[in-house]
Nanobody, 113 residues
C-alpha cells in the first residue's frame, strides 16, 4: 500500500491550497485517514481525521480546513482556506486499515506574509 501526497506549494496569507493523498496498492478503502503536519524542529502534529462516520479537526484549523475523501478515486483531500503564516509546515497523510498503518511522504506548504 502506498500513499502519495501532493498539492503543497507557496501561497500568500489568506490564500487557499488543496492537498491530495492518493492511495494505491489496495482494493479496500482505509478505515480512517488523517493529515498531520510537522513544523521545523518539532514533532509531527495531528491536523484532521476522516472516517466514514465523522471528521475531526485540531482547534487552530477548525473553520478553515476541510478534510474529505473521494472513495471512487481512493484519494483523501485537505482543503485549506484562510491560510496563515503559522500553517507553514510539511504536511503528511496517513491511513489505517485493520491493524496496519501507512504514511505518505510529506508535501511542503509555505505561507508568506
Amino acid at each position: 500500500v502506498q500513499l502519495q501526497a501532493s498539492g503543497g506549494g507557496l501561497v500568500q496569507a489568506g490564500g487557499s491550497l488543496r492537498l491530495s493523498c492518493a492511495v494505491s496498492g489496495t482494493y479496500f478503502s482505509m478505515d480512517g485517514m488523517a493529515w498531520f503536519r510537522q513544523f521545523p524542529g518539532k514533532q509531527r502534529e495531528w491536523v484532521a481525521t476522516f472516517t466514514e462516520s465523522t471528521t475531526d479537526y485540531e482547534d487552530s484549523v477548525k473553520g478553515r480546513f476541510a478534510i474529505s475523501r473521494d472513495n471512487a478515486k481512493n484519494t483523501l483531500y485537505l482543503q485549506m482556506n484562510s491560510l496563515r503564516t503559522e500553517d507553514t509546515a510539511v504536511y503528511y497523510c496517513t491511513g489505517w486499515l485493520g491493524s496496519d498503518h501507512y504514511w505518505g511522504q510529506g508535501t511542503q506548504v509555505t505561507v508568506s506574509s
